[in-house]
């Protein structure tokens, strides 16, 4: 029995819209436990925190140059709602831009967070409270489809000692938005030996925000997995590309490596010792008798 | 007589199809959006709308729709069929399981250690990662205003509301919890927890949003790949010296989760 157990969808939405319109969004939210609980709609804007997607709401100035509310003809922005075991409810977000609002992106949340009652004050609670967020990603801009431009960093391999069977190799690297404008990686991982295809890995669509980088993943039956290249490998010279769309502004990025059969010869060293080890213990075994 | 008769069978003929079609009728569903100067309806009408897939290639359609498509107008860009929708209509699950939302530490009496645990979980959507952050809205206190201080950890082995730090003494003082990734068994794996808290003796403070600290909230689990009812076991930890009075001490903890964006 879970006394806090929430669903709230879309999980994240992205639009493109020109200064000065009006906005609005529908979240479901659906209380999937067995009590009846009491959300209480906010709104926060946030910024991206490092490369992998992390989030972080601390010291980010509210956007003057918007102004949310919702829809509902009963529920408010910073007032408890009511909603009742096993029962869903649509929280209908408007957001009214400036017509002001400089171009770029505003990146903020929905949440719905837990009270205790019909008070708003949970700080008088000796308990837990829940919190979930939505996050709500807005390009404001002129054009339905920014042109964005965008350069890969910090494109490696690892490990530094490459074996044809020991360990996977994996990839590494970084897309910058040089751009005011968030957009989604379209692109490949290749990697060719002696000009011929070995992988062609498709990257996961994961945003890159505006002025920020994003680390590459993978993508595995629509999963986002690390960039890896598993053994067995046939000793020789890799190039490892990663290629993105043109739509991006991007020039590609690529390096070489090289497969050495490292563990096959210390293989073969071991048994040529243990060979040589035997020979000569039968040789003095013979020279005694 | 022959008109009349003509009319009656053409009718019997109609109230007959009508007849055998009413039960293959399917009704429409429509979503009805309210405020208190607008009613808006619409409905979808496709026919038939997902993603298909075989072992070389994957296919989206949607089938009947009045009008799918990527469209624009003064200020707005509209993307309208299924292609449209799974890629963005995903749903975040968040939960307390087992059953309470209180921190039920009991009386505490000075020199022994009292724990409590809550179990969180979370499914994250399609595609992306999450992050959980915690916070207290005040420092541990009872009725009369008295605090007991977030712990520092065992000695040489400090810890704040950001780095973590062993708490195995009994002489070691105040309230802190520590989070464990758990399987579907209760077992300990650690997943999503490993890089904050390596294992059960570690412990951190909880971030204080309120005074005299202001602080942050803090990251207490994250992964950055999709996830379904991952869990972690919470677990709280006070422990009070002999000059701290004994009784009931409260304060409120919260639980955030977003997704990757």
């Known amino acids: ?289 | 007589m022959t008109k009349p008769n003509r009319f009656f069978t053409i009718l019997a003929g109609f109230l007959t199809l009508l007849a055998i079609s009413l039960p293959f009728t399917r009704f429409a569903h429509a979503e009805t959006f309210l405020s208190p100067h607008y009613k808006i309806e619409y409905g979808n009408f496709n026919i038939t709308s997902g993603k298909k897939t075989n072992s070389t290639m994957i296919l989206t359609d949607t089938v009947g729709q009045n009008a799918p498509g990527a469209f624009t107008n003064t200020g707005f860009s509209l993307k309208s069929g299924f292609q449209y929708i799974y890629t963005t209509f995903n749903q975040f699950t968040f939960k307390i399981e087992n059953g309470k939302l209180n921190i039920n530490l009991g009386t505490l009496v000075p020199g022994v250690g009292a724990t409590d645990t809550n179990v969180i979980s979370i499914t994250s959507p399609s595609g992306h990662g999450y992050q959980i952050y915690s916070q207290e809205s005040h420092l541990f206190r009872n009725f009369t205003g008295q605090t007991i201080p977030n712990t520092s950890c065992d000695v040489g082995s400090t810890c704040t509301e950001s780095s973590s730090g062993t708490w195995t003494s009994g002489t070691t003082y105040g309230f802190g919890f520590n989070a464990l990734g758990i399987n579907s068994s209760n077992t300990v794996n650690g997943v999503g927890t490993s890089d904050i808290f390596p294992n059960d003796t570690y412990y951190r403070q909880f971030a204080n949003v309120g005074a005299p600290d202001f602080k942050n909230p803090q990251i207490i689990m994250t992964e950055s790949f999709p996830v379904k009812n991952h869990r972690a076991r919470i677990t709280y930890k006070a422990n009070i010296p002999g000059n701290q009075p004994s009784g009931n001490y409260e304060t409120a903890i919260t639980f955030t989760a977003v997704p990757f964006y």
């Open chain 1, 1 to 289: 029995m879970a006394f806090f157990d929430v669903t709230l969808t879309p999980a994240q939405v992205e639009i493109v819209a020109k200064p000065g319109t009006l906005i609005t969004q529908v979240f479901t939210v659906t209380n999937n436990s067995d009590n009846t609980i009491y959300l209480t709609p906010s709104v926060s804007v946030w910024q991206p925190n490092g490369p992998s997607g992390l989030i972080t709401y601390i010291d980010v100035p509210k956007n003057p140059y918007f102004d949310f509310s919702l829809l509902n003809s009963d529920i408010y922005l910073n007032k408890p709602f009511v909603l009742e075991a096993h029962s869903t409810q649509q929280v209908v977000l408007k957001a009214k831009s400036n017509p002001e609002t400089p171009l770029g992106d505003a990146y903020h949340t929905l949440f719905l967070t837990q009270t205790l009652g019909e008070t708003n004050d949970v700080s008088s609670s000796p308990s837990t409270v829940a919190r979930i967020g939505s996050h709500f990603l807005v390009s404001i801009s002129n054009s339905e489809s920014p042109t964005v431009q965008s350069k890969v960093i910090a494109f490696h391999a690892s490990p530094v000692v490459k074996d044809i069977f020991l360990t996977p190799i994996r990839f590494d690297g970084q897309i910058t938005n040089l751009t005011d404008y968030f957009f989604k990686i379209n692109g490949n991982l290749t990697i060719t030996k002696n000009n011929l295809v070995i992988a062609k890995i498709p990257l996961s669509p994961d945003n890159i925000l505006a002025n920020h980088s994003r680390s590459v993943t993978c993508l595995k039956n629509d999963t986002p997995i690390p960039c890896v290249l598993n053994p067995p490998l046939w000793p020789g010279k890799y190039t490892a590309t990663l290629s993105l769309d043109p739509s991006m502004n991007t020039q590609n990025a690529s390096f070489d490596f090289f497969v050495f059969p490292f563990s096959f010869v210390l293989l073969a060293s071991l048994v040529a010792l243990l060979g040589l080890f035997v020979w000569r213990q039968s040789r003095t075994l013979s020279k005694t008798k």
